[in-house]
């Protein structure tokens, strides 16, 4: 069997990135988050992953710094593809955009909800442009959506 037709079989790797005070999804803001929370989020993720052919890395943290390291680990380690929830790092994170930007790795931003409905100072998305796209507004439909775009894309 030639080296490239054994590459091929791999299943692509995506990381999934979640931001700050995601992992307390279920307990805050529930009028804006739903009652759904992370694991449940990755659990369908997952499931979802199966079908698509992939395999997820899944990581949350709510420090900006550590963000920076997963996306910095992954240009190192084969990752195809980010899917990532900024959360509010998505407004004020030059870090976590100069890392996507030089991760040279496709990456889809999704949010749980509308950041356009909601605070004016959360319209403006430092993250999106060094994106592929952005998922908005579905809840976890984002993710879900943004996972098949990303997959679709790669």
Do not use: W
Request: glycine content about 8%; proline content about 3%; hydrophobic content about 40%.
């Amino acid at each position: 069997m030639s080296k490239k037709s054994k590459t091929s079989r791999k299943k692509k790797k995506i990381l999934v990135l979640h931001g700050p005070n995601l992992n307390m999804l279920g307990k805050r803001e529930r009028k804006i988050y739903g009652k759904i929370n992370l694991e449940k989020i990755n659990l369908d993720l997952k499931l979802l992953s199966e079908e698509l052919g992939v395999v997820l890395k899944f990581k949350q943290s709510n420090i900006e710094g550590e963000l920076v390291n997963f996306i910095q680990e992954a240009a190192k380690n084969g990752t195809s593809g980010i899917l990532i929830n900024p959360a509010a790092y998505t407004h004020t994170s030059v870090a976590i955009r100069d890392a996507l930007l030089a991760a040279k790795i496709p990456a889809v931003e999704v949010h749980i909800s509308n950041i356009y409905q909601r605070e004016e100072f959360r319209h403006k998305s430092l993250t999106a442009p060094v994106c592929i796209g952005q998922v908005t507004g579905f809840g976890k439909m984002s993710y879900l959506l943004g996972l098949m775009a990303l997959v679709n894309r790669i």
